[in-house]
């Protein structure tokens, strides 16, 4: 390339960073220039391209789906970019699924402690009184959580307190769930103070974390983005996602 046509070349490049950077957008690239990277030698068969379009139209909401289905007949254009977003996607599932399946069920184990559930019941107050009637109610059985939490909300000026859907769940290596699970299920504790106000709660029971579809595919995808993100912090990324920006300057 003549030097003449370097420089200007250089500067549409520099406009393009400083514009993404302006918009925060430099990241969101980096990240699928990273992606387009790894799944490039990956193929995917028309047989499955095709049954991952007609389940997209499928699951789809009744008017979008006509709307895409009409735009996709009227548009060759339209349909090629459907198809295209389809297969992009079945080429990252397969680049999961080959780079980290045979990870996931050692991955699981070593996570499980973070997998787990706690379920708990919870009423919030700032007030240290009111959040000790709360608990002396409920070990009479006076009214249940969800009774008093109605009767609090009504009651109290709801700009002072905050009363939270009894029912929580919880990460069973969290703070409260530690606090929770010294106890046997259905054990009220004493009001505890944390930030700011008193904690009201009720370990209902722990829900231990198993490793079904769903959990394959969040694990999947965990191990994913962790990937991702030590990808965006290297040199040779980088310096990928410029020579992409280079390419559309030409």
Not at 18 to 29: A, E, F, I, M, V
Not at 153 to 180: K, W
Request: proline share 4%; with cysteine; glycine share 2%.
């Amino acid at each position: 390339m003549p030097s003449t046509q370097v420089r200007p070349q250089v500067d549409s490049v520099t406009k393009i960073v400083s514009k993404l950077g302006k918009y925060n957008l430099l990241p969101q690239l980096q990240r699928e220039v990273i992606i387009d990277d790894a799944i490039s030698s990956i193929k995917c068969t028309s047989d499955e391209v095709e049954t991952a379009y007609q389940k997209l139209i499928k699951t789809t909401n009744n008017n979008t789906e006509s709307d895409l289905a009409a735009s996709c007949q009227q548009s060759d254009r339209a349909k090629k970019q459907v198809i295209d977003a389809i297969i992009r996607k079945l080429k990252i599932e397969k680049f999961k699924q080959k780079t980290w399946g045979q990870e996931i069920s050692s991955y699981f184990i070593s996570q499980k402690k973070r997998l787990d559930k706690v379920v708990y019941s919870e009423i919030v107050h700032p007030d240290e009184g009111v959040a000790t009637e709360i608990y002396f109610r409920l070990l009479a059985n006076e009214q249940s959580f969800i009774e008093l939490a109605f009767e609090y909300l009504q009651s109290e000026d709801p700009d002072s307190y905050q009363v939270y859907d009894p029912i929580r769940v919880c990460p069973l290596n969290s703070q409260m769930a530690q606090m929770l699970i010294k106890h046997q299920p259905g054990t009220v504790l004493r009001p505890i103070h944390c930030r700011n106000v008193y904690h009201v709660m009720r370990l209902e029971k722990i829900i231990p974390a198993v490793l079904n579809k769903s959990m394959h595919c969040q694990l999947l995808d965990e191990l994913f983005e962790a990937w991702l993100e030590r990808g965006c912090n290297e040199s040779y990324y980088r310096k990928l996602m410029l020579r992409q920006l280079t390419s559309w300057t030409m």
